[in-house]
């Protein structure tokens, strides 16, 4: 048990459906983030919140949305959503940057 | 920005030998070189770290070396168990910036 927990588990939405994909980790963390994980790529950073300020935005498409209401908690807000964007989403949060990152298990999801 | 090259990409061994898995990076401004290991339907998960004014580093069968004058660190498993079969990432990092490696299969064949 890694004290981060992400919902749902996976998601299967249409290109033209609303979804969000939440986090929350219970370790007391300052810093959260979200991460791309596709079939034969490497992990790819999308955001990073600290503080709940958000300090990286990795030129990731506006259909990706991020929120941060508190330190405990990150949602990532999808709409229109291409199919090459199906892949695992990752979510981890450490006590501060350049520190160890605790993953949550990941929500997988598919577009259609 | 920064690059992050992983060799090899799969990696079978018999149990009870030794993996070795290389990483390379490219900003000399990294100073965090963190390795987790991902097992099928979870996500990752840190096994080891080394910072950058540290050679080398042991826990137990794990153990890491870091080279900053060729800018590159290595795993190092020994006594291989076959729980240990999962895949490895490392990751390069300055600041917020965390660069991950494309991965390493490996498969420790009882």
């Known amino acids: 048990e890694t004290g981060v927990t992400q919902t749902p588990r996976h998601l299967v939405m249409g290109m033209t459906n609303k979804k969000s994909l939440k986090c929350e980790q219970h370790l007391g963390h300052n810093a959260m983030y979200w991460y791309k994980q596709s079939a034969k790529k490497p992990l790819e950073l999308m955001f990073v919140?600290?503080?709940?300020?958000?300090?990286e935005n990795n030129s990731v498409p506006s259909r990706f949305s991020p929120e941060c209401p508190n330190s405990s908690h990150l949602f990532l807000h999808l709409h229109t959503l291409q199919p090459e964007d199906s892949a695992l989403y990752l979510c981890?949060?450490?006590?501060?940057?350049?520190?160890?990152?605790?993953f949550g298990p990941g929500t997988r999801l598919t577009v259609t | 920005g920064e690059n992050v090259e992983q060799h090899p990409s799969t990696l079978s061994v018999q149990e009870g030998d030794s993996a070795v898995i290389k990483c390379t990076y490219s900003?000399?401004?990294?100073?965090?070189f963190p390795w987790y290991k991902q097992e099928l339907g979870k996500g990752p998960q840190l096994i080891i770290d080394i910072r950058s004014n540290v050679g080398e580093k042991k826990d137990q069968r794990i153990a890491v070396t870091l080279n900053k004058t060729a800018k590159h660190f290595s795993l190092h498993i020994t006594e291989t168990q076959p729980e240990d079969s999962a895949v490895y990432f490392c990751a390069a990092c300055y600041g917020q910036n965390f660069v991950f490696g494309p991965g390493t299969r490996l498969s420790v064949l009882p």
């Open positions: 900003d000399s401004a990294s100073n965090y």
């Open positions: 919140y600290s503080l709940e300020e958000r300090v």
């Open positions: 981890a949060s450490s006590q501060d940057w350049v520190d160890e990152q605790y």
